[in-house]
């Protein structure tokens, strides 16, 4: 079975570290890469790692994933607030879903409080920051044990 997980990351993403460091911090999307890469190697995952700021190139990845990968942790980033479509290729995937943010979500404007993805998501993780991606490979990791 695969033990790849894909973690994708939306918009404006590739601009951690100088984005607006008192909402998100100051890892950078390299960073974040490189804690999902030693979480991945800790845990046996195979991992993918990738952002985009455009919208149908993430929906083609998920299409790719479904029959290749055994998970997908995303950080939908704006998208998460907008995008039906991206939740549409989530659910077509037929893949456990995890979506993860960096901020707590909640605690910002009112329009950041819905998600169309976490509906069809298995978990939320947001407000933990970068560990945020780190928990949900762990997470992964448990779903895909418990498997077999
Ligand atoms: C984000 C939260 C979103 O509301 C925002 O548009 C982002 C990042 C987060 O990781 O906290 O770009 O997904």
């Not at 601009?15 to 999307?29: A, C, D, K």
């Not at 030693?38 to 993918?48: F, G, K, M, S």
Request: proline share 3%; with cysteine; net charge negative.
């Amino acid at each position: 079975m695969s033990r790849t997980v894909l973690v994708l990351n939306g918009p404006n993403l590739n601009m951690l570290g100088t984005r607006e460091p008192t909402t998100y911090g100051h890892e950078t999307l390299a960073d974040i890469s490189s804690l999902c890469r030693q979480t991945a190697d800790e845990l046996e995952l195979n991992l993918e790692f990738r952002q985009t700021n455009h919208e149908g190139e993430l929906i083609d990845w998920i299409h790719q994933a479904r029959t290749r990968c055994a998970a997908i942790v995303i950080n939908p980033a704006a998208w998460t607030h907008t995008s039906v479509a991206i939740r549409d290729a989530l659910v077509a995937s037929e893949l456990p879903v995890i979506e993860v943010h960096i901020s707590n979500v909640h605690a910002r404007e009112k329009f950041r409080h819905h998600s169309f993805v976490s509906a069809i998501a298995v978990a939320v993780l947001c407000g933990f920051g970068v560990q945020g991606y780190r928990m949900a490979l762990q997470h992964v990791g448990h779903l895909l044990n418990a498997k077999g």
